[in-house]
């Protein structure tokens, strides 16, 4: 068995570790908080699990917060600082980040168009920046278990318009293969394995060693 030959990872039309770019907006303790549209403790487990995969296929990351400078909210949740706190953050008043001007500059200066996106609320602080992307050009893919609402409505219902507008939803382990897609890439392998963990502990690969 062979695989075809590694297509042109900056212009795939797949997601490649060459092509994308990770943002992260907004996952402080309040905002976590006041999530939802599911369970708060798989949620947090999906952000960190998607900043994990960043980390390991070694994509651009933009992690903004939302007025932590002015005193008014705290800084990131600390799971997701223990993955992402070498990387610097962006701090802003605006609730849409795309009209900080730092903010866009980074995104601007990672030279990717290919924006996974990630933020809380779905309803609001994901919805504008990627509306704002989307208009601008980039493609915007929004990992749809790794962000969450102040209302299950609320979630769908911005999910539903981001949808209509061209963003395109993506599970955390639909990002994890389609950055990995070859076993042969190896180096990358030991930080795949990841994706067969479950915020319940379930781990179907484990389970599937027990049984045979």
Known sequence: MSSEPI??????????PQNSAFIVIDYQPIQVSSIRSMDRDELVFNIVSTAKAAVNYGLPIVHSTVNVATGRNKPPI??????LGDYPTYDRTSI???????????VEATGRKKLIMTALWTEACLTFPALDAIAEGYEVYAVADAVGGTSAAAHET???RLEQAGVKLISRVQLYCELQRDWNREDTVPGFMGVFDNFDGFNVEKAMEEAS
Not at 7 to 16: G, I, V, Y
């Open 7 to 16: 297509r042109d990872p900056a212009t795939d039309h797949l997601l490649t």
């Open 158 to 160: 911005a999910l539903r």
């Open 96 to 106: 849409n980040s795309w009209e900080d001007v730092e903010f866009k500059k980074a």
């Open 78 to 83: 600390q799971p997701l600082m223990d993955i």
